[in-house]
């Protein structure tokens, strides 16, 4: 089409994009609180134009995509996703909302695998959705990359653990040689300060997800289920592959409607945690810096030992880090070594680990040159 429009969407295109998510996901009962919260604060991250949802007229599926005719397949991908991650909060999903996101996906011409969960969690068969989160395209597969970017081999999921290979473990030891202000330092760090076991030891994390764990450290999130729920959201965001969102998709499911019992290999369930108090916008806020990122980031498949060895600061200037927003600092968003960015259990553990080892338990103190 010769007459795509590339350019950032004005007031008028966003509230044309918002009246078709409220469409789409607006219940016989009306919206949700969560719902009347995120998406306002959704739109107002991703594209600095405020939405009244009180204005938002109805829009049937033709016309809206007649809308947005001149925008291409990823814009109505990334509008799919927005729909769905306003649906996939509510817990019983009405069938009539899921059924509306396969009318608006298709009439956008948009396929997302989030469409067949979110089905699945309004018949109830969460289970089913379970099994399709396992099989999905971007999570599931298992890659020579991945297994090349992981340091290990073996794996027959992508979620797998690595409980004995002293090659990983020794790979992640060294860490603690690098200078403070490194990357690879800091992930170190991370790790002694809260008591993780590093991939390669018995009752370590799968090494897929401690991938996730140097984002903590890169973009600056602390750890506890809400700093969860940022750093996944700024993955998701960051990656232009749509299969991506699957990522966020899988933490609301976790800890927000708990849908899901468990997943990437360790996490449990342990709903509500979105719907505490401002967190909407601390979500709009990592999808908004994710998307400001330079490239496409795919920060679970990237070699991050081939970065350990620079600068935190440096690397951030690289991808094009953007600071965090003040309303979302004001929210509640911190560091890794900020007060609030740990939990009492990972201190606990930490203590605990220091003892095990026979060495002097370091404290973990807040530390604002570090995030």
Do not use: C
Request: glycine share 10%.
């Amino acid at each position: 089409m010769e007459d795509v429009l590339l350019t950032a969407p004005d007031a008028a295109e966003v509230r044309l994009v918002a009246r078709g998510v409220v469409t789409a996901v607006t219940s016989e009962t009306g919206l949700t609180p969560l719902q009347e919260l995120l998406i306002p604060a959704m739109f107002l991250s991703m594209t600095g134009h405020p939405v009244e949802l009180a204005e938002l007229t109805p829009i049937g599926a033709a016309e809206y995509a007649s809308g947005l005719a001149r925008r291409n397949r990823i814009f109505r991908e990334r509008v799919v996703q927005t729909m769905l991650l306003a649906a996939l909060v509510v817990r019983p999903l009405p069938e009539s909302v899921a059924n509306r996101l396969r009318e608006y996906a298709d009439a956008l011409g948009v396929d997302d695998d989030m469409i067949t969960v979110a089905r699945e969690y309004a018949e109830g068969a969460v289970d089913l959705a379970a099994v399709d989160f396992d099989r999905n395209g971007y999570l599931g597969g298992m890659a020579a990359p991945r297994l090349d970017a992981l340091h290990t081999v073996g794996l027959d999921t992508s979620w797998g653990a690595v409980d004995n290979d002293p090659v990983l473990a020794g790979r992640w030891a060294q860490l603690w040689e690098l200078p403070v202000g490194t990357l690879g330092r800091g992930v170190a760090d991370f790790y002694r300060d809260r008591g993780f076991v590093t991939p390669g030891k018995p009752g370590s994390a799968p090494p897929l997800l401690a991938q996730h764990d140097w984002v903590h450290v890169l973009a600056g999130y602390g750890t506890t289920l809400e700093n969860e729920i940022e750093v996944f959201a700024f993955m998701a965001r960051a990656n232009d592959d749509p299969r991506a969102f699957s990522l966020l998709a899988m933490v609301i499911s976790l800890f927000e409607t708990g849908y899901l019992r468990a997943g990437a290999g360790l996490f449990e369930a342990d709903a509500g945690h979105l719907s505490t108090t401002g967190m909407a916008g601390r979500l709009g806020d990592a999808m908004r810096r994710g998307a400001l990122t330079q490239g496409s980031h795919d920060f679970l498949d990237l070699d991050w030992f081939s970065l350990a060895e620079r600068p935190i600061t440096v690397i951030r200037n690289e991808i094009g880090l953007v600071p965090k927003a003040a309303t979302a600092i004001s929210a509640g968003s911190v560091g890794p070594w900020q007060p609030g960015g740990i939990t009492p259990y990972q201190l606990n553990s930490a203590k605990s680990a220091a003892a095990t080892e026979g060495r002097d338990y370091l404290p973990w103190q807040p530390d604002p040159t570090r995030d």
